[in-house]
């Protein structure tokens, strides 16, 4: 049994178009209805930020403050089964943003990340089936990342190594150090990579099956979804069952085969950085041949696979933020995904009504930055 | 287009240029320097010119010091056998002020860093080398920071150096001694798991 994390009490100080806001919220399904541009989206946003400290929007920081002013503030009340902690973020315009659990100052985002997961769906979210690699890229590396340190460090340390090593095939250098140099760099490109990809792939083992049961449930239907980790460097499929030293010395040969080429374009041609989820759904390619209203059921199902493996794999459920999820669903899609929604606190945003079969806890109609009782 | 007087901003530009130190920090400066009395300023100025007159690379392993070699490299009491590889001379005070190393070192002045440029034959590596083959050095302690670019500079040595035929060892890196388990993160545990010694 998982542990329940509930957003008890959130305020909002000069939060992007929110001046001021106190809100108690309540366990299970919270619903924020509202026209467009109410606030509704940014009161999900403020959740996340408090978890990540960053933007699920990918915006930068100084955006997040109301024009004219130095910070915005951020606070949440959160339980924690019978724990309750206090976090507060004082998001600044211009400066270092401070960040603080029970009126003590936390230094590293990890330490917040492990009281408080979040996990998103925004529209945007189409792009992990219809966009191209980089985007399901992020998305297993974020998951890795947000279960383990070790596989945030393994992602960070191969993005500098691969800046490094390109930078080395650019250089045009006659030093007689330059082929030991490269060489250092391939094995460093090795090391981390096989690391990075050994995650990849155990994630995508958890993965797979939940996403499954995720899409045949949201759409009702027993067309088949698969998933294969594509890679330029390995002579096989990969499945997960490989041991690092496997990924290592395919890699290490995929290295050696393209080294005159690499050379020649001067770039870094195979790694886990240019690596692809691909999905197929009825045995397609669902980037290419899905309809647009698969490609949406799809990416939300991925997000609700991540959603239950990290509860699965954490022992405690993330708090689910679901934003203009219904305007990508038909009816009984939309009610099959409040059917399918996990036990612990889930907010969604609506700009309309809401379908029939659906009950939420907690309604709150949001106009113009405020809470309409 | 400057907003301040000529010589102000000349100040400013040229604190600009210090390592760590932004556009913010070169006017905060330059508007403390100008208001300090004019002595104090002339102390600043003058020791930079002292430091940089008398302060040099030892002739030997390229730490800083005010004579020919440094003391390390002066003192009979210390091994010569066992070298221990630095990339800054800084690195030196905090393996002294450890005091479990009685050897000399070597320092290579940075670290392999093709981003910035930085190969080996932009560092002490060559005579490091020559080290080697005139001493008799038979340990190599490669003591560079334990991040991409030391770790590509720990690797990049101990290839060149081991078919010499010197002793190539790295410094453990895990736990910090007297450090609560609960406050190391997950990374350094996780290292110093992999790196963990029979008793």
């Known amino acids: 049994m998982s542990v329940t994390v509930d957003v008890t009490r959130l305020w909002l100080d000069r939060f992007r178009g929110i001046a001021e806001l106190d809100l108690e919220l309540g366990h299970g399904l919270t619903v924020f209805v509202g026209a467009n541009g109410q606030g509704k989206t940014t009161l999900l946003e403020a959740v996340s930020w408090v978890a990540r400290c960053r933007s699920f929007r990918g915006v930068p920081d100084q955006v997040l403050v109301q024009a004219g002013h130095e910070q915005a503030v951020v606070r949440a009340e959160v339980r924690h089964d019978q724990r309750t902690m206090l976090f507060e973020a004082e998001i600044k315009s211009n400066g270092r943003n401070r960040v603080m659990l029970n009126k003590s100052a936390v230094s590293r985002r990890r330490d917040l ?6 996990s998103v769906f925004a529209p945007d979210d189409l792009e992990l089936v219809k966009g191209g690699p980089a985007f399901r890229r992020v998305y297993l590396d974020e998951l890795l990342g947000s279960l383990a340190a070790r596989y945030d460090a393994a992602a960070m340390d191969y993005e500098r190594i691969l800046k490094h090593r390109n930078a080395l095939l650019r250089s045009n250098s006659v030093d007689a150090s330059y082929a030991s140099t490269l060489e250092v760099f391939d094995e460093q490109l090795i090391n981390a990579g096989s690391e990075l990809v050994r995650g990849r792939l155990q994630l995508l083992g958890k993965l797979e099956g939940e996403l499954r ?3 045949a449930s949201l759409a009702s239907t027993d067309t088949s979804v698969e998933c294969t980790y594509e890679s330029g460097w390995s002579t096989d499929a990969l499945d997960g069952s490989e041991d690092i030293e496997t990924l290592r010395s395919q890699l290490r040969e995929a290295l050696h085969r393209l080294r005159s080429k690499e050379r020649e374009r ?15 759904l009825g045995g397609l390619g669902a980037r290419h041949y899905a309809s647009q209203g698969e490609q949406r059921t799809l990416a939300l199902s991925l997000r609700l696979a991540g959603h239950r493996v990290i509860t699965d794999l954490t022992g405690s459920t993330p708090v689910l933020l679901l934003d203009d999820v219904f305007s990508e669903l038909d009816e009984s899609r939309a009610a099959a995904l409040v059917e399918w929604l996990p036990h612990g606190q889930t907010f969604l945003t609506t700009t309309g009504v809401l ?5 939420p806890e907690l309604t709150l109609r949001i106009e113009n930055g405020k809470v309409c009782q | 287009m400057s907003v301040y007087t000529e010589p102000l901003q000349a100040l400013i530009d040229e604190l600009n240029r210090l390592p760590g130190i932004g556009p913010k920090s070169a006017q905060r400066i330059a508007f403390h320097l100008l208001k300090i009395p004019k002595e104090d300023a002339a102390r600043l100025a003058e020791s ?12 030997v392993c390229f730490n800083v010091c005010d004579s020919d070699t440094c003391q390390f490299c002066a003192d009979d009491g210390r091994d010569g056998r066992v070298v221990c590889v630095v990339e800054e001379a800084r690195d030196i005070v905090a393996i002294e002020r450890s005091g479990a190393f009685k050897g000399r070192y070597h320092v290579l002045q940075g670290a392999i860093s093709p981003i910035e440029g930085i190969g080996p034959e932009q560092l002490r590596v060559r005579e490091l080398v020559k080290r080697l083959e005139d001493d008799a050095i038979t340990e190599l302690i490669l003591a560079t920071n334990p991040n991409v670019e030391g770790d590509a500079t720990a690797s990049y040595l101990a290839r060149l150096i081991k078919p ?7 410094l453990a890196s895990g736990l910090p001694q007297g450090g609560d388990l609960e406050f190391a993160d997950e990374v350094t545990l996780g290292h110093a798991l992999e790196g963990r010694r029979e008793l």
């Open chain 1, 113 to 118: 990340q492990d009281l408080l997961r979040v």
């Open chain 1, 213 to 215: 049961e995720a899409y």
């Open chain 1, 266 to 280: 001067k770039l870094t041609l195979v790694g886990p950085h240019r690596d692809d989820l691909e999905i197929k």
């Open chain 1, 355 to 359: 379908p029939a079969s659906v009950t």
């Open chain 2, 48 to 59: 930079i010119v002292v430091a940089k007159d008398r302060v040099h690379w030892c002739r």
């Open chain 2, 164 to 170: 010499i035929g010197v002793r190539v060892t790295r």
